[in-house]
């Protein structure tokens, strides 16, 4: 069974820039598109970014499209959000998902694990 762990998150101020790492168990990752979403105070889980299994093609949400960069470290069983000029709107608790496929989606019902989560606050 695969167990994902996110990392990273943070309080930071508006402008500023963080890290999130997700790394997963298993030797099955590679095969495996990797998602990013985030669920903010009050409102439903909504979709980030997702990355194919080899890296090569990646989905991006309009609202953090040229912000944010989605990347994945298959030696390393690690997928990473790259998070820039960071605002107010982007506090949220951020997962990352698994697609039990090779080729990304946007859609949460199309992602079989999920992390624990972690809390990205962005202060203004």
């Known amino acids: 069974q695969v167990h994902l762990v996110e990392s990273g998150g943070g309080l930071v101020q508006a402008g500023g820039s963080l890290r999130l790492s997700c790394e997963a168990s298993?030797?099955?990752?590679?095969?495996?598109?990797m998602g990013w979403f985030r669920q903010a105070p009050g409102k439903e889980r909504e979709f980030v970014a997702a990355?194919?299994?080899?890296?090569?093609?990646?989905y991006y949400a309009d609202s953090v499209k040229g912000r944010f960069t989605i990347s994945r470290d298959n030696a390393k069983n690690t997928v990473y959000l790259q998070m820039n000029s960071l605002k107010p709107e982007d506090t949220a608790v951020y997962y990352c998902?698994?697609?039990?496929?090779?080729?990304?989606?946007?859609?949460?019902?199309?992602?079989?694990?999920w992390g624990q989560g972690t809390q990205v606050t962005v202060s203004s």
């Open positions: 990355i194919d299994w080899s890296g090569g093609i990646t």
């Open positions: 998902a698994r697609r039990p496929t090779s080729v990304p989606e946007t859609a949460q019902y199309n992602y079989d694990t």
């Open positions: 298993g030797r099955t990752f590679s095969r495996y598109a």
